[in-house]
Nanobody, 122 residues
Framework: QVQLVESGGGLVQAGGSLRLSCAAS????????MAWFRQAPGKEREFVAG???????YYVDSVKGRFTISRDNAKNTVYLQMNSLKPEDTAVYYC????????????????WGPGTQVTVSS
């Protein structure tokens, strides 16, 4: 099993930026699909962005043009650069991983980090 640990969350004003990081430990990273999900109070956990082992990136429509997912296989780390943040981006952000192809369904991911809080004030 791969262990995932997120960092980089915090409080930011609307229009600001944050960069989340997710460090993975365990097996070889380059063939491991990674994704970011988020969960706001009272809502279901939703897909935000995903990146395949080969570096192909996928986004939910609400963050396209504002968020960028990337990975550094040498550091076993995936990043989520979040720009032009909005109050509706406030949530706990979770890093998730799976061996195999990219999937958007959270049920397809079996490795999860503990989450990091992102709060965007208006």
């Amino acid at each position: 099993q791969v262990q995932l640990v997120e960092s980089g969350g915090g409080l930011v004003q609307a229009g600001g930026s944050l960069r989340l990081s997710c460090a993975a430990s365990g097996r070889t990273f380059s063939t491991y699909t990674m994704a970011w999900f988020r969960q706001a109070p009272g809502k279901e956990r939703e897909f935000v962005a995903g990146i395949s082992g080969g570096g192909s990136a996928y986004y939910v429509d609400s963050v396209k043009g504002r968020f960028t997912i990337s990975r550094d296989n040498a550091k076993n780390t995936v990043y989520l650069q979040m720009n032009s943040l909005k109050p509706e981006d406030t949530a706990v952000y979770y890093c998730a991983g799976r061996w195999g192809s990219y999937q958007r369904d959270r049920a397809r991911y079996y490795d999860w980090g503990p989450g990091t809080q992102v709060t965007v004030s208006s």
